[in-house]
């Protein structure tokens, strides 16, 4: 299952977006409000939202100033989550966010709106940042 954000705006440069994203504690202030656990340790971060599952991301990979993967450590809920981050001017980039996971049919029906809500919120409060 492959879902995308919109991409925004951001009144800053690729690698001040890069670097913001590179440190898995500010995560926690781009989540939606109804974040019922956060917590950062190293280069990995767990979450949880109001009446779902805790879910851990790690970063994957980091290609700077462009590419940020976070990626889900648990075999039930396999995803990976990608920043992509493009210059526009020297203080203006486009962010977005894909979201690639590995679920079956109906997981995936289940899962696909509240999923597409939540990186939605996370790109709309990137460009508030």
């Not at 790690?58 to 990626?71: D, S, T, Y």
């Amino acid at each position: 299952m492959n879902l995308e954000s919109p991409k925004v705006t951001v009144q800053k440069s690729s690698e001040e977006i890069f670097q913001y994203l590179s440190k898995v504690e500010n995560f926690e202030y781009i989540m939606p409000e109804n974040i019922d656990k956060f917590e950062a340790k190293d280069d990995a971060f767990i979450f949880a939202l109001k009446g779902m599952p805790e879910i851990k991301l790690k970063l994957q990979e980091q290609l700077a100033p462009n590419k940020i993967v976070l990626g889900s450590t648990s075999d039930k809920f396999p995803f990976t989550l990608t920043a992509n981050i493009e210059d526009n001017t020297t203080n203006s980039s486009d962010v977005q966010l894909l979201f690639d996971g590995s679920f079956n049919p109906m997981v995936a029906m289940m899962v696909k709106k509240p999923l597409q809500k939540f990186i939605d919120t996370l790109i709309n409060n990137i460009g508030s940042k």
